[in-house]
């Protein structure tokens, strides 16, 4: 069965892929990520994907617009939020939404998301977020905890084979250290 993978970053989709399809999914990632700032490292982070993509020989959705202001009007007022907070939680719905919609333009039965495999961020509220999405939507959420069995470590292994991009911050302009 096909499943759709939402992506936060490439080196975060290695791990992940190779989970899922071991659960016997053929996936199809969709980079969606309008909280990356600058332009320029959104450019690198997509670039990565399509790097992942042509490693692993992933179906990988292109066609995927850079709208931060999207994200800039989602995150309103909660802007100066530690990361890891309120911020982060509308950061989390706005992707999880948008996959699930995605999920049923296309036709598809299920998604996913590599949020889960970072050690930084809580896997139950991203679950919990998916499920609503995918309810919306009427579409169903595989519930991950990719960074569990070493997957996070993995990620890092497969990243460092695959020469892929790593960035150093979360994402969004708020979350770059100073
Ligand atoms: S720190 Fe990361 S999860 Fe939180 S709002 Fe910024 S990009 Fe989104």
Known sequence: MKILLLVCCAPDATYSTLALREAGYEVITYFYNPCIHP?????????????????????????????????????????????????CDICFKLRLMEAARKCKELGLEIFASTLTISPHKNAALINALGKEAAEHY????????????????????????????????????FSIRK
Do not use: H, W
């Not at 450019?43 to 992933?58: G, H, P, T, Y």
């Not at 595989?142 to 460092?160: A, L, N, V």
């Open 39 to 87: 332009q320029e490292e959104y450019d690198k982070r997509r670039a990565a994907m399509a790097q992942l993509a042509d490693k692993m020989a992933i179906e990988d959705i292109k066609e995927v617009p850079y709208d931060p202001e999207r994200f800039f009007e989602a995150v309103k007022g909660f802007e100066s939020e530690p990361e890891g907070n309120k911020r």
């Open 138 to 173: 009427g579409v169903k959420y595989y519930e991950s905890d990719f960074k569990k069995k070493d997957g996070f470590k993995k990620s890092i292994t497969m990243s460092k084979e695959f020469g892929l991009y790593r960035q150093n911050y979360c994402g969004c302009e």
